[in-house]
């Protein structure tokens, strides 16, 4: 059996939605004559784009140094975690059987444990193991607006579920053969961290790093003032800044479902699926924003909230000091705010 057929979309082609709800924000500056300049470097990598943004003007060999440091970090991450090449790490362990323990690289390891950490702390609305069920409804790579029928979901049961695997000191067992691993909603967030921790090993102190919209900041802009970012306001047409977020030596990521989604007789499915019952979410929650130390928890519990929804994510959120930021949408067709105390507290 080919797992790439099996298993959940390749990142690549995953790139436009993942663009448009990792994206969810807008880097915002104001720019004075005497305001030293901004040094801004991009790319492509991890099957998306990433920018560099950086406080003052470093000449152009330094510029090509940086670079290099930058796509050689992420180069290691897409040999590690990706599932759109045959010979990545990632695609070897859903490849293998797994009866025994298979062994994890450091990276993949550590990339992991975190998910399945945030998998518990969740009560399981993050699960790297959810994959199948995405394709079921029709947004994996065989795009179709279906809702499958509950044969189906029974059938893939045995697959999914984040006890499906247990990870240890020697590696990885898989409890059926079967189960495909996806970190797609964890990997770019790791990226970033892994890239600021090479540049600042490099003496870079001022940045901000983008990776498919996964965010980190560090030290401050070139007005010398802490990054500020916009949360997009949830339209499938306009983009408009909905708040403005003070970033300080912080990461951040979005997660949505109001562009990836499709109705059948007038009911939306979103593409956001509770691997807990194996259904679309049906709730207001339009998107939610975290803020964390690590990008790739910010990343992976932006997922996480935006699975359990306004009430249970909220509620979940505020216990766990998570600084997180909803919009809800309302009966009048509207949007309203919610936000943790954590987060009234960065700005």
Same mark, same amino acid.
């Given at each position: 059996m080919d797992p790439r057929k099996q298993g959940p979309p390749p990142l690549r082609k995953m790139i436009l939605p993942a663009l448009f709800v990792g994206g969810l924000f807008y880097v915002t500056f104001t720019r004075t004559p005497e305001a030293p300049a901004q040094a801004v470097i991009g790319g492509e990598a991890l099957?998306?784009?990433?920018?560099?943004?950086?406080?003052?003007?470093?000449?152009?060999?330094?510029?090509?140094?940086?670079?290099?440091?930058?796509?050689?970090?992420?180069?290691?991450?897409?040999?590690?975690?990706?599932?759109?090449?045959?010979d990545s790490e990632l695609m070897a362990l859903n490849a293998a059987e797994g009866v025994t323990p298979i062994p994890l690289s450091p990276m993949l390891g550590r990339v992991l444990g975190e998910a399945l950490d945030v998998g518990v702390a969740s009560s399981g609305a993050f699960d790297v193991t959810v994959g199948p069920l995405v394709n079921a409804f029709g947004f994996g790579p065989d795009k179709r607006r279906i809702v499958p029928e509950p044969a189906v979901l029974e059938a893939l049961a045995p697959r999914v579920g984040q006890d499906k695997?247990?990870?240890?000191?020697?590696?990885?067992?898989?409890?059926?053969p079967d189960v495909f691993i996806d970190l797609s909603a964890i990997a770019k967030g790791y990226a970033v961290d892994l890239v600021v921790e090479r540049l600042e090993a490099e003496g870079e102190k001022n940045l901000l790093m983008e990776v498919g919209g996964e965010i980190v900041a560090r030290g401050v802009n070139h007005n010398g003032e802490p990054w500020r970012l916009g949360i997009e306001r949830p339209s499938e047409t306009l983009r408009t800044v909905h708040e &403005?977020?003070?970033?300080?030596?912080? !990461?951040? +990521?979005?997660?949505?479902?109001?562009?990836?989604?499709?109705?059948?007789? $007038?009911?939306?499915?979103?593409?956001?699926?509770?691997?807990?019952?194996?259904?679309?979410?049906?709730?207001?929650?339009?998107?939610?924003?975290? &803020?964390?130390?690590?990008?790739?928890? !910010?990343? +992976?519990?932006?997922?996480?909230?935006?699975?359990?929804?306004?009430?249970? $994510?909220?509620?979940?959120?505020?216990?766990?000091?998570?600084?997180a930021y909803f919009i809800v949408r309302t009966d009048e067709g509207d949007f309203e705010s919610r936000s943790t105390t954590a987060f009234q507290a960065l700005n």
């Amino acid at each position: 059996m080919d797992p790439r057929k099996q298993g959940p979309p390749p990142l690549r082609k995953m790139i436009l939605p993942a663009l448009f709800v990792g994206g969810l924000f807008y880097v915002t500056f104001t720019r004075t004559p005497e305001a030293p300049a901004q040094a801004v470097i991009g790319g492509e990598a991890l099957g998306t784009t990433w920018t560099l943004k950086l406080t003052g003007t470093p000449d152009e060999a330094r510029q090509a140094a940086l670079t290099a440091v930058v796509s050689a970090a992420l180069e290691e991450v897409d040999q590690s975690m990706s599932t759109y090449r045959d010979d990545s790490e990632l695609m070897a362990l859903n490849a293998a059987e797994g009866v025994t323990p298979i062994p994890l690289s450091p990276m993949l390891g550590r990339v992991l444990g975190e998910a399945l950490d945030v998998g518990v702390a969740s009560s399981g609305a993050f699960d790297v193991t959810v994959g199948p069920l995405v394709n079921a409804f029709g947004f994996g790579p065989d795009k179709r607006r279906i809702v499958p029928e509950p044969a189906v979901l029974e059938a893939l049961a045995p697959r999914v579920g984040q006890d499906k695997v247990e990870l240890t000191e020697g590696g990885l067992t898989k409890a059926h053969p079967d189960v495909f691993i996806d970190l797609s909603a964890i990997a770019k967030g790791y990226a970033v961290d892994l890239v600021v921790e090479r540049l600042e090993a490099e003496g870079e102190k001022n940045l901000l790093m983008e990776v498919g919209g996964e965010i980190v900041a560090r030290g401050v802009n070139h007005n010398g003032e802490p990054w500020r970012l916009g949360i997009e306001r949830p339209s499938e047409t306009l983009r408009t800044v909905h708040e &403005v977020v003070v970033l300080k030596d912080a !990461a951040m +990521a979005t997660s949505g479902d109001y562009r990836q989604y499709y109705e059948v007789d $007038g009911q939306r499915v979103s593409h956001l699926i509770d691997p807990r019952d194996a259904q679309p979410v049906i709730h207001t929650l339009a998107s939610v924003t975290v &803020v964390a130390a690590q990008c790739a928890t !910010a990343d +992976a519990w932006a997922t996480a909230l935006s699975i359990l929804g306004p009430d249970e $994510g909220l509620s979940r959120a505020e216990a766990m000091r998570i600084p997180a930021y909803f919009i809800v949408r309302t009966d009048e067709g509207d949007f309203e705010s919610r936000s943790t105390t954590a987060f009234q507290a960065l700005n």
